[in-house]
């Protein structure tokens, strides 16, 4: 309201017609109404590309070094795992456990040993579901919701610049009846 206001303030004083094509070139992505209008629906847009990654593999990496009255032993693990939707996991990775008592009984030849695998929850194959495809269709659906209450919000603020355009055009339509009024009456009293 207060960006309307100063707008067509600023357009009364620079010329004395209102023009609504001046107003309107004010009215960019770059102005700060707008961006905060259009900041929900930019947020849920990345929340839902973040959910829709076809490829966002995750890396875990553990070591460990423990130190007993007898002897030492030390352990490390390098896993990445990748996510598929509708519950299924794979991973492939390298662990190694050394020393007089192995990690968590974790028995390891000398090179370690390699892991490849796939984790899958059946409920969620069975059914279509998953964490993941949840979360792909919940950001979905809040870009969807967020996309309507940007436009809603643009909707408000242009009405409210419209308003406020047409307060003050007819308080200088007004003016300029009151000079006219006023002109007649002093041209009377000569």
């Known amino acids: 309201m207060r960006f309307a206001l100063l707008l067509i303030t600023s357009a009364l004083y620079a010329q004395n017609l209102l023009d609504l094509n001046a107003i309107g070139t004010h ?3 770059e102005n700060p ?3 905060s ?3 929900p629906q930019n947020i849920a847009q990345s929340h839902y590309l973040e959910a829709d990654a076809p ?5 875990g990496a553990q070591y460990e070094r423990k130190r007993y009255p007898l002897g030492d032993a030390d352990f490390y693990d390098l896993t990445l795992t990748q996510s598929l939707p509708y519950g299924v996991e794979l991973f492939a990775g390298h662990r190694k456990a050394e020393g ?4 968590h009984n974790i ?3 000398d090179e370690g040993e390699w892991r ?3 984790k899958v929850d059946l409920f969620s194959l069975l059914h279509t579901t998953g964490n993941a495809y949840i979360t792909r269709e919940t950001s979905a659906l809040s870009w969807q919701q967020s996309k309507l209450g940007a436009l809603d919000e643009l ?12 307060e003050a055009q007819y308080s200088a339509e007004a003016l300029n009846i009151e000079r006219e009024m006023l002109e007649r009456v002093k041209s009377r009293q000569q």
């Open 55 to 59: 490829f966002d593999p995750r890396v």
């Open 37 to 39: 209008a259009l900041l």
């Open 100 to 103: 007089v008592a192995e990690y």
């Open 107 to 109: 028995k390891t030849g």
């Open 116 to 118: 490849i695998g796939a």
């Open 27 to 29: 009215l960019t992505p």
């Open 33 to 35: 109404y707008i961006q």
């Open 155 to 166: 909707r408000t603020l242009g009405l409210s610049i419209m308003r406020s355009y047409f």
